[in-house]
């Protein structure tokens, strides 16, 4: 068997994750793309999910990560854990998803720094909040009761952000640092995340990259965006997973692996979604760019 050529390398980080996602490009599992990839077995180093979208017993999703699940590497994101609302997670929702993670064990699992849920109530969207002292201990005893309940280490994903709060204490990735700190979790670093969240704050995404605490990135994601103009003619940018990688993001993916070395990287894509290739090929171009960087690692 031929290896591949990225198959040798351990992801970078701690120890937690020596086991975790092989340091190789992956796409999003969407039902659209199934048939095709249990027909070609397109040599692909892992597949993620959504953890919500599989919170049932049994059905044709099921019978078909199976299979997938088989052949290859799975990560598993989840939406709904709401780590930095002011309520603990909630305990039905997290045993539903110790349940998925027993049934599948999945080489990662990873949710975000944001809050979703507010007095029982659900709100469907990924949430952001001031960063300070008070958020910071909520943050962090909600990812250590996360971690204590399903007995494993998270990663947390940086999130895109389209406002600031006046209380903030922290800078966002001096907050991630802090939580990475404390609690042991490792970092899913969403470079189009960063993009968006510094081009919408006038900030400048390389020194963002510089201040996360680099050494505990377990995953990156790689995604579209879509521009728009705020009140003052100024870039606004979504954070849509709509549209192929921009070019600014793929050029802050090889800044930002050049200092990590190979990491799984996953292209994410939720929406205009285009042929099973397309993604494919940005899944290898994010090999060909972990390959340059691990040739920097071993000659610079």
């Not at 309940?149 to 922290?170: G, K």
């Amino acid at each position: 068997m031929i290896q591949h050529p990225l198959s040798a390398t351990p992801s970078v980080g701690s120890p937690l994750f020596a086991a975790g996602l092989p340091a190789r490009g992956g796409v999003g599992l969407k039902p659209e793309y199934i048939a095709e990839i249990l027909c070609s077995k397109p040599e692909l180093g892992f597949f993620e999910i959504h953890a919500e979208n599989y919170m049932v017993a049994g059905g044709p999703y099921h019978q078909h990560l199976t299979q997938i699940g088989a052949q290859y590497a799975l990560s598993v994101h989840g939406v709904g854990l709401s780590l930095g609302g002011e309520a603990a997670p909630d305990p039905t929702h997290l045993l539903r998803l110790k349940r998925l993670l027993d049934r599948y064990q999945p080489a990662s699992f990873s949710e975000h720094l944001a809050w979703s849920g507010h007095q029982g109530q659900f709100l469907n969207d990924l949430l952001p909040l001031p960063y300070t002292r008070h958020t910071l201990t909520r943050v962090c005893e909600h990812v250590a009761q996360v971690q204590a309940f399903l007995q494993r280490p998270i990663l947390l994903e940086n999130p895109a952000t389209y406002l600031t709060f006046r209380d903030s204490s922290f800078s966002e990735a001096e907050f991630i640092r802090e939580v990475v700190c404390r609690t042991g979790c490792g970092l899913l670093l969403d470079i189009n995340n960063v993009y968006v969240s510094c081009v919408n704050h006038r900030l400048d995404p390389y020194a963002y990259i510089d201040q996360l605490p680099l050494s505990a990135v377990g995953e990156i994601h790689l995604a579209g965006f879509h521009e728009e103009q705020d009140l003052n003619g100024e870039r606004l940018l979504i954070d849509s997973h709509g549209a192929a990688v921009a070019d600014a993001v793929w050029q802050l993916y090889a800044y930002a692996v050049q200092k990590t070395g190979p990491v799984a990287t996953l292209i994410e894509r939720d929406q205009n979604l285009p042929a099973f290739a397309v993604l494919l090929a940005e899944a290898k171009q994010a090999e060909q760019i972990m390959l340059a960087s691990r040739e920097v690692h071993c000659y610079g």
